[in-house]
């Protein structure tokens, strides 16, 4: 079996997955983008799934190879995942052996965690106030971070 030599790093502007997943929504958004450049992302989704010989007793050389070739870049696609996420994270993942079980494992978990943490998000926006004898333009600087947080989390 060939196999590639070298693995992919991720880029840098993808950020680390947070623990508690405040980031989810940026993080899922640059993964995702990137993994769909290099045509990872069908194995997250499970639309490339490994081939399956047409007899167990008996495989092929050119069976072994597909077949070799898909999990090694299932193994490949899993590595990538794992260079942004939390060591706690990727250790509860690793009893999962495909990248898209992987990948559905943290969708399920970090789309409830992200949905109170843009309740949280919402609800510190609309608490802002200007303090008496604050700076205006202090208080507004702030307030446009907010924003910018709360338009990264897709409120």
């Known amino acids: ?3 590639p030599s070298t693995i ?3 880029p840098s502007n993808i950020p680390h997955l947070e623990t508690d997943g405040p980031n989810w929504a940026i ?3 640059h993964f995702q ?4 450049v290099t045509y990872y992302w069908p194995y997250f989704k499970g639309t490339i799934p490994c081939p399956s010989p047409k007899d167990l007793a008996k495989v092929p050389d050119d069976e072994r190879k597909a077949i070799d070739n898909w999990e090694f870049k299932d193994l490949a696609v899993r590595y990538l995942l794992s260079q942004r996420l939390p060591d706690s994270i990727a250790i509860c993942l690793q009893s999962l052996t495909t990248a898209k079980a992987r990948w ?7 789309t409830v965690q992200s949905i109170y943490a843009q309740n ?3 609800e510190s926006f ?3 106030r200007c303090a008496k004898g604050e700076a205006v333009h202090i208080f507004l600087t702030g307030l446009h971070y907010k924003c910018e947080e709360l338009a990264a989390v897709g409120i």
């Open 8 to 10: 992919e790093l991720l």
């Open 126 to 128: 609309f608490n802002m």
């Open 104 to 110: 559905d494992c943290l969708v399920f978990d970090f």
């Open 27 to 29: 993080f899922t958004m």
């Open 33 to 36: 983008k990137v993994m769909q």
């Open 1 to 3: 079996m060939t196999t």
């Open 120 to 122: 949280n998000l919402k």
